[in-house]
């Protein structure tokens, strides 16, 4: 195919589809099939790079220059970006054509795409069930066949569970490996961008370009970046009959606690199964308990929002509230006005951890737990190369089932342990439940072994 005709043949299809699915907030289909034709211009004249003329579409979370980024809120409905975020730029110099910015919750808050100011998202499997959060638009994007690949962020498995929601693979990178410029702030010590495709050998292509150091972000770190695909077609011709012979999976009896719906289970455990029948061994590791865990992250991540979202006062840019009386008016208003009810309850939590007289109680000692938590994941890994735990505790469910807010929060039970200790994590398919719902493993890797995880990934797929 000519890229000319790859990027017609998707744009078609997201006209004649997306009305049902709501993935997309902007579309930017002009400018792509100008580049697209661009790009077939550079292959004839001899252009190898592998990615160009590739259509994919962004998170809104990610700067664009000259196009609206809008987080997913109506604080920036008409925010449209002076410059690009460094992967965006990265993506673009591979030479891949972007078809637009995907819907999400607003400002990565949530699981299921539902605090989207831009409407709930819907399920390509099952019309009827979310699809997952908060990158639901990259996930239903590319479930539906409206891109191959797509960009999100995961603060707390917002690229991995709504991975598994939708049957995809979908990777969170290491802490520091990619730059967070331009992407706009969640929790800053958790976020990090990541890749999702149909397979891991997809997400492996997408983030190449987004890796590396970045001097404008102060906490990317300087460190090798391994050739993904190579290291996939390595490993695949060394490959015997016991392709993963050697790999010690670390089971943890805490990643299969209560809440956990058994048809997740089995499929978790029969997976597990197959990987031994690959060659590798099961071991038994121990980690902090998620629920503590759980705890500590809606300390942290609530604490550190409400300090990120202070910019968003009604002044600089976003949205600013009509005929203000005085400045507290104003930043009051545009605030209540522009940001929705989950933005709204995690500035309070966090506000209220950050208080004087609380700080000690909350931020503090979440800080203290955090430290404990990474050390478990120490410990453990000194026995394992890589923990296996199901992505999320249930499958797709329907947004009319309206979870309370601490109902949603469990759902991240299985994910955000790896944000706290910055590790890399992919969420893979690994069969559907009986109401043919795709069902999430997660495997987890020690700093910087992105190649090892999708590696194994493809090796099992
Ligand atoms: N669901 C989690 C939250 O709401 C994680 C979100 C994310 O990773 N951006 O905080």
Request: hydrophobic share 40%; charged share 20%.
């Amino acid at each position: 195919f000519s890229s000319l005709e790859l990027t017609e043949h998707f744009i078609k299809r997201i006209d004649a589809l997306d009305s049902k699915i709501n993935s997309f907030i902007t579309h930017t289909s002009e400018t792509a099939l100008a580049q697209a034709q661009a790009a077939d211009e550079m292959r004839a004249q001899g252009d190898k790079r592998p990615l160009l003329g590739v259509p994919m579409a962004h998170k809104d979370i990610f700067c664009t220059q000259g196009v609206l980024t809008t987080c997913g809120s109506k604080m920036l409905h008409n925010f449209v970006s002076p410059y690009n975020a460094t992967i965006v730029n990265g993506i673009d110099k591979a030479g891949m054509i972007s078809l637009g910015k995907l819907n999400m919750d607003e400002f990565a808050m949530g699981s299921d795409n539902s605090s989207s100011y831009y409407g709930t998202v819907q399920n390509p499997w099952s019309l009827d069930r979310v699809p997952g959060g908060s990158s639901g638009g990259s996930a239903a994007a590319v479930a539906a066949g409206f891109v191959p690949v797509t960009t999100g962020s995961d603060t707390g498995g917002s690229i991995r569970q709504p991975a598994s929601f939708c049957g995809l693979t979908g990777i969170k990178p290491t802490y520091g490996r990619v730059s967070r410029f331009g992407m706009i702030a969640y929790a800053s010590s958790l976020d990090q961008a990541g890749s999702m495709g149909r397979s891991a050998k997809d997400c492996a292509y997408l983030l190449q370009p987004m890796v590396g150091h970045d001097p404008r972000d102060a906490t990317s770190i300087k460190h090798d970046i391994p050739d993904y695909v190579q290291d996939i077609h390595d490993a695949e011709a060394a490959a015997g009959d016991q392709p993963l012979a050697g790999l010690r999976i670390g089971v943890a009896k805490e990643y299969f606690s209560n809440g956990l719906n058994a048809e997740v289970e089995q499929a978790v455990r029969s997976a597990l199964q197959q990987y031994e029948a690959l060659g590798a061994t099961i071991v038994e590791v121990n980690i902090t308990d998620p629920e503590i865990t759980l705890a500590t992250y809606y300390m942290l991540a609530p604490a550190e929002a409400s300090s990120n979202l202070s910019r968003f006062d009604g002044v600089r840019f976003g949205y600013r509230c009509e005929n203000p009386t005085d400045l507290i008016d104003l930043y009051t208003r545009s605030r209540s006005e522009g940001f929705g009810p989950e933005v709204q309850r995690r500035i309070l939590m966090g506000t209220y951890a950050l208080s004087a007289g609380y700080f000690d109680a909350y931020y503090t000692k979440a800080q203290k737990i955090r430290r404990l938590i990474i050390k478990d994941f120490d410990d453990a890994f000194t026995n394992c190369d890589v923990i296996a735990s199901p992505t999320a505790p249930t499958a797709a469910y329907k947004l009319s089932e309206d979870l309370d807010p601490a109902s949603m929060y469990l759902g991240d039970v299985y994910t955000i342990g790896v944000n706290l200790a910055g590790l890399p994590a992919i969420s893979q398919p690994v069969g559907l439940n009986s109401e043919g719902l795709p069902i999430g493993l997660q495997l987890i890797g020690q700093h910087w072994q992105e190649s090892k995880l999708l590696t194994t990934a493809h090796l099992f797929q």
